[in-house]
T-cell receptor
Framework: EPEVTQTPSHQVTQMGQEVILRCVPI?????FYWYRQILGQKVEFLVS????????KSEIFDDQFSVERPDGSNFTLKIRSTKLEDSAMYFC????????????FGPGTRLTVL | AQSVTQLGSHVSVSEGALVLLRCNYS??????LFWYVQYPNQGLQLLLK??????LVKGINGFEAEFKKSETSFHLTKPSAHMSDAAEYFC???????????FGGGTRVLVKP
């Protein structure tokens, strides 16, 4: 199973601040995803990223959110101006070229907005 | 839009008893189907998946699931529960390879000694 790490494991921020969550796949992958899980709720899809561009995004993924692969390795999710309701666990997932039908998840970043 | 329903948000089983977790999906075409497990304070780990071929799929830790197209179901079973099976289990579907996953609400499994 491909290894995916996420940093930080826990981020506490003030409402209105910008946060950047990072996903670091250990080897080269083609498909990248962000999901979030608000406490007590379902895991929700945010965005998928393929071939260096967004391939699909949910209605949650509004103008406050952005994604990029700044150095061809890390995959980041930026929230420009955090809201209280952004507090959630954020999971990065990757899909490999040899197994595009399967997504492997990182351990998550717990974001707390105060 | 796809939806996934997991019947029972909490399931309690005795150690050694059968574990049965139910998952139904709504889709006009057979999707790709997955079960993930989440242990406390950890990420989602893939248990097993169905894409094509044999409808009974085996996964890690003794779990298996059967895809039944006529019932639009993908129930997860394990013949004999172990204390280490205590976790939350998520059923998920995607329509094609590389497509987003749609998750069910999750079922938390408690194993009693």
């Amino acid at each position: 199973e491909p290894e995916v790490t996420q940093t930080p494991s826990h981020q506490v921020t003030q409402m209105g601040q910008e946060v950047i969550l990072r996903c670091v796949p250990i080897s080269n992958h083609l498909y990248f995803y962000w999901y979030r899980q608000i406490l007590g709720q379902k895991v929700e899809f945010l965005v998928s990223f393929y071939n260096n561009e967004i391939s699909e995004k949910s209605e949650i993924f509004d103008d406050q959110f952005s994604v990029e692969r700044p150095d061809g390795s890390n995959f980041t999710l930026k929230i420009r101006s955090t809201k209280l309701e952004d507090s959630a666990m954020y999971f990065c997932a990757i899909g490999t070229s040899g197994s595009a039908d399967t997504q492997y998840f990182g351990p998550g970043t717990r974001l707390t907005v105060l | 839009a796809q939806s996934v329903t997991q019947l029972g948000s909490h399931v309690s089983v005795s150690e050694g008893a059968l574990v049965l977790l139910r998952c139904n999906y709504s889709s006009s075409v057979p999707p790709y189907l997955f079960w993930y497990v989440q242990y406390p304070n950890q990420g989602l780990q893939l248990l097993l998946k169905y894409t094509t071929g044999a409808t009974l799929v085996k996964g890690i830790n003794g779990f298996e699931a059967e895809f039944k197209k006529s019932e639009t179901s993908f129930h997860l079973t394990k013949p004999s529960a172990h204390m280490s099976d205590a976790a939350e289990y998520f059923c998920a579907v995607s329509m094609t390879a590389g497509n987003k996953l749609t998750f069910g609400g999750g079922t938390r499994v408690l194993v009693k000694p």
